[in-house]
């Protein structure tokens, strides 16, 4: 597999422009998809914003709706729509949240097995990006989006991501991060502002490295058993800062743009970060860019972590899409709108060196 993957990242360095080819998915219409996932047997799960219900399987060879869970509405087993989604390949399961506290987790067939109210879970805004979502080991790790007055000061480190007990849903652990390690690059800028959103996305590496990114900043920031150890640039070819803007109907307030520099963040291959890029609202191209994370445990947390960019492309023709999100699986690429409102189709690019 790994001898096919570098295949495949060697022909999109040489090519570039990629086009995409007909595969079974692109014939589904979805109704405000906000994420997608695939289960280790290959079967593609769809997460949705709005429809009769929220989540489908699809089938892995034909890509029919094998099942579909998750009534819309406020019962039991019922959300308004799903705002965070996890798919649990060690036990095959399917946890999701909504704009409450709630979590449910369903088997693939549908079947729900699980549904607890965890009162120190973040609630997702409504109209904003998927918050980042794992079950794990009998923890809930789930992050935390913040807005920050950069004009006032930080004594105290940031939450970036909560994890609680899945049995007592009680709060275990934080992993914050500082205004010094955050290192926003153009502070004093961003200072006139009301508000700095701040949307984190935890990934983890092994048992013992896990990667934090946060839309707008260009870093990685890695832990190592929960304890901030490194931050590391990404190496783009884009300018990668928050741009202020004074919004003049409203009293003059300074507003921000987030600069569209992680629109999807994925592990592949193990040790490999698929990242996505682009906005066709900002100066940054659609693409992205994979980073080998080499990693070597030490004494305490003196761990050897390096970072090396292995493949960079554009997606020339995608540029009519506002901001694309990509999950890979088994060479294909398969890319929808990171604007849920927008989000009715799968597009799949696929890599003819593995056929």
Do not use: C
Request: aromatic share 12%; charged share 20%; hydrophobic share 40%.
């Amino acid at each position: 597999m790994r001898y096919f993957f570098y295949i495949i990242v060697y022909t999109f360095l040489v090519t570039n422009v990629l086009t995409a080819q007909n595969h079974p998915i692109e014939n589904h219409i979805f109704d405000k998809i906000t994420q997608l996932e695939f289960t280790k047997e290959g079967k593609a799960v769809v997460f949705k914003k709005g429809g009769d219900h929220l989540v489908h399987v699809l089938n892995e060879t034909t890509y029919d709706i094998e099942a579909s869970f998750v009534p819309e509405g406020n019962g039991p087993g019922e959300l308004q729509m799903v705002k965070a989604a996890f798919v649990d390949h060690k036990n095959d399961r399917i946890y999701v949240s909504g704009v409450d506290k709630r979590v449910l987790g369903y088997s693939l067939s549908g079947g729900l097995i699980f549904e607890k109210n965890f009162d120190d879970m973040p609630v997702p805004i409504a109209n904003k990006k998927n918050i980042s979502f794992i079950i794990r080991d009998g923890y809930l790790f789930t992050s935390q989006p913040h807005t920050l007055n950069l004009s006032e000061s930080f004594n105290d480190s940031v939450p970036m991501v909560t994890m609680l007990d899945t049995t007592s849903t009680e709060l275990v652990y934080e992993f914050s991060l500082t205004m010094e390690q955050l290192a926003f690059p153009n502070l004093n800028e961003l200072r006139r502002a009301n508000s700095v959103p701040i949307h984190p996305t935890l990934t983890f590496i092994n048992e013992r490295l896990s990667v934090i990114t946060i839309d707008g900043l260009p870093y990685f920031y890695f832990f190592v058993n929960g304890e901030f150890v490194q931050r590391t640039e990404i190496d783009t070819d884009f300018e990668v800062e928050f741009v202020t803007a004074t919004r003049r109907g409203i009293g003059n307030a300074v507003g921000v743009q987030v600069p569209s520099n992680l629109n999807s963040i994925q592990l592949i291959e193990d040790d490999n970060l698929l990242i996505s890029y682009g906005n066709i609202h900002q100066d940054i191209p659609n693409g992205y860019s994979i980073y080998e994370i080499d990693h070597s445990p030490g004494q305490g947390l003196l761990d050897d972590i390096s970072v090396r960019k292995i493949a960079e492309a554009s997606l020339e023709e995608l540029e009519d899409m506002s901001a694309m999100n990509i999950t890979y699986h088994e060479g294909d690429f398969f890319i929808h709108n990171n604007f849920d409102w927008l989000a009715h189709q799968i597009y799949v690019i696929q890599d003819m060196s593995i056929e």
